[in-house]
């Protein structure tokens, strides 16, 4: 199974909610947070956020409590364990940023299935404030992507893992989303790879409405329990088509070298014998 990568996006996808607004709305914020969207870019209103609430005494502690409180469903850590432990290559591209998503992986106990974590930076700082910035810096250029919002083209991110993947000898990629951020890497999807989108969400809209475009497989799914049951069943989709290939491949090494051809009854287990 050492051949399938597995891309998930992180909120509405691995969590039920947007964690920006759940850690907003539950820390009581919201009225500013929407005074403030209007007037300047997503991460810096959250990273304003962050200083507003530090200046009102809400400590790291009581952001990491809210997170952990996020909304799972019961089969998605179940899924994700067993995808990793068939040997999958599991990754994240997510919009949210890397405090938030560390945190809830580590409470739910799954950040050692994840090899990788392309996300906005945020950290906490030596004052313990939490800071969040762009994973693109739009200030000095733009990632030049009109699908994605300004800091993160998650199309460059896959296009970027694609090569990683090739190196290693990885052939298949499964990608899981929600939202319309997803579809720019959809469409950079091959031929052999799948794509998940969540049914009656933006990408899946947009996939829908655009299906000559995607090259990928279309599998949708609902809820957690879809997300484990069609997941774990491309899984074993993909890893018997790897195993029939490989068994293939050594039939076609087996001609060429020109070994004497087995007979089909050799092939085969010994007749029963008749009337005896
Ligand atoms: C113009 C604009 N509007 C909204 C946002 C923010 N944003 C969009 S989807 C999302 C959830 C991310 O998590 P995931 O990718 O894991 O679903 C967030 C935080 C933005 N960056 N630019
Ligand atoms: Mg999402």
């Known amino acids: ?10 909120d509405k996808t691995i969590i039920d909610l947007d964690s920006d607004n759940w850690v907003v709305d539950e820390l009581g914020a919201t009225d500013l947070f929407n005074q403030l969207l209007p ?8 990273d304003r956020m962050m200083k507003e609430l530090y200046a009102q005494g809400k400590t790291i502690d009581d952001i990491q409590e809210v997170l952990r409180r996020a909304p799972i469903h019961p089969r998605v850590v179940p899924a994700i364990k067993t995808a990793h432990s068939l040997g999958c290559d599991l990754r994240i591209v997510s919009d949210a940023n890397l405090f938030y998503i560390e945190t809830i992986l580590v409470h739910l106990g799954i950040r050692d299935c994840f090899s990788e974590i392309n996300t906005n930076p945020g950290y906490v700082n030596e004052e313990g404030r939490l800071r969040i910035f762009p994973f693109h810096d739009f200030q000095s250029s733009s990632h030049g992507c ?4 300004p800091n993160m083209c998650k199309g460059m991110i896959i296009e970027r893992i694609q090569a990683s993947l090739a190196k290693e000898g990885k052939k298949t990629m499964i990608y899981l989303g929600d939202g319309s951020g997803d579809f720019c890497p959809s469409l950079k999807l091959k031929d052999e790879d799948y794509v998940m989108p969540r049914k009656n969400f933006p990408v899946w809209d947009l996939i829908c409405q655009n299906r000559s475009l995607v090259r990928a497989e279309i599998h949708e799914w609902n809820d957690g329990e879809e997300l484990e049951r069609v997941l774990l069943k491309l899984i074993e989709t993909i890893s018997l088509q790897e195993s029939h290939s490989k068994s293939t491949w050594w039939l076609s090494v087996d001609c060429k070298m020109e070994t004497i051809p087995m007979t089909a009854h050799e092939a085969l287990p010994p007749a029963l014998p008749v009337n005896q």
């Open 1 to 10: 199974m050492a051949g399938i990568a597995v891309v998930f996006d992180f």
């Open 39 to 46: 007037t300047m870019p997503w991460n810096f209103v959250m």
């Open 146 to 149: 009109n699908l994605c919002p």
